[in-house]
């Protein structure tokens, strides 16, 4: 059967065959429910919330007046169904007309301890804090997604979760909480989004497989001996000791690990001292791993004992090593990718993806995985042409706010698409 559609204007004939023909079905869903127009309808109101998320950032575990008014808007919205799984997180819950399977979208929403730089007109009014990392931004898609998925629950076959999260930033994160909470219970599919600088505005990143690295931390302590600076002799140089413990820890990526293995070790903080004429007794070392594998992961943690502690002892002095295991590393599911693959190709056209190789940024969206098969992809929300440049966590990050019209068009697609196809 021949059925006529008109489409952005212009008219197309396709046959419908919900098994074989995706863009058939991703017409049919588009006339039907309009969804490209309700998400035009709801744009101004996504970058309305956004800036009031960016002018009140709050840090993770403090995402007090972030999650009421999240909890507010959602109950403004009615048809969902809404509980706290802590204290300052959100879950909300839209129950289609039909039942089915269960599709959980995931938003976080806590900003970062940096001072603002920006100078447009809705920078941070909390000194000191500021959302450097495109939260605001998530926060907002999926409240957008979640206004008009409730305005059309009686047309989806199963459930949405809508999961606002808190303390993505803060180790061990809230992916965790919400996980033992009880929010991935039944979840067939788990999707998420972040806004990316590095990409460019209009581009979609879809990553297969792994896509995000374990982010491990540790500390080192170098316990020496200190003394006047003009009498080294009679100190043990916790300063020279030190150095020669961060120079050799980099020939663990360069010498005892595999080129082709993804290892990242890098140092971020070395302290010591308070003055020139003084060797001080201490030093300490901050820094981070980043790893996909697990028997890279572990071989890591105990080469670099194995050298602080060859190092300190040749020179009689003493460590302290400790080594904190982060989030795990996010792998995307290859039938959940596919199918966000195939929405942002139907919406935007195959020039709008991206297909991205791993990256070594940590995201416990991982959390999630561990549950349910899932998939986290990038929006493009660089812009160089505006000045929009600036890195993630750096005082003049911000993002392009046409970015958040498509993030809410993936994910509104992409619940159609996973409920109710599944049942055609």
Known sequence: MIYLYKVKSYIIYNKLNFKNNSKGWFRVIGETYNLNERVRAVSDEVV???????????????????????????????????TRPTKTSVLGVI???????????????DALPIHEENEFEFISKNPGVMHACGHDGHTAML??????????????NGEVRLIFQHAEELPPGGAEELVQAGVMDGVDWVIGAHLWSPLKIGKIGITYGPAMAAPDSFTIQVIGKGGHAALPHQTIDSIAIAAQVVTNLQYIV????????????????????????????????????????????????????????????????????RYNRGYRPVVNDEETTQVVERVVRHIYGDDAIELNDRNMIGEDFSGYQQKAPGT???????????????????????????????????????AFEFLNRENN
Do not use: C
């Open 254 to 321: 360069s010498r005892n690990t595999d080129p082709f293995e993804p290892l990242v070790l890098s140092i971020t903080k070395f302290v010591a001292g308070n003055t020139d004429n003084v060797i001080p007794n201490g030093v300490e070392i901050w820094g981070t791993v980043r790893s996909f594998r697990s028997e890279v992961r572990e071989s890591a943690a105990a080469l670099m004992e194995r050298i602080i502690k060859g190092i300190t002892e040749a020179h009689g002095a003493e460590y302290v090593f």
């Open 95 to 109: 129950r289609g007309a039909k039942r089915g399977k269960t599709l959980a979208i995931r938003a976080d929403m």
């Open 376 to 414: 986290f992809f990038l929006i493009g929300a660089g812009n160089p042409e505006k000045g929009i440049t600036y890195p993630h966590h750096h005082a003049r990050f911000t993002v392009d706010e046409y970015a958040l019209q498509k993030g809410v068009s993936i994910f509104v697609h992409s």
């Open 143 to 156: 409240l957008g997604a979640a206004k008009i998925l409730s305005e059309l629950k009686e047309n989806l």
């Open 48 to 82: 309305k919330w956004r800036r009031h998320l960016h002018e009140n950032p709050e840090l993770s575990f403090k995402e007090v007046e972030t999650s009421d008014f999240v909890y507010h808007m959602l109950e403004s919205f009615g048809n969902i169904e809404l």
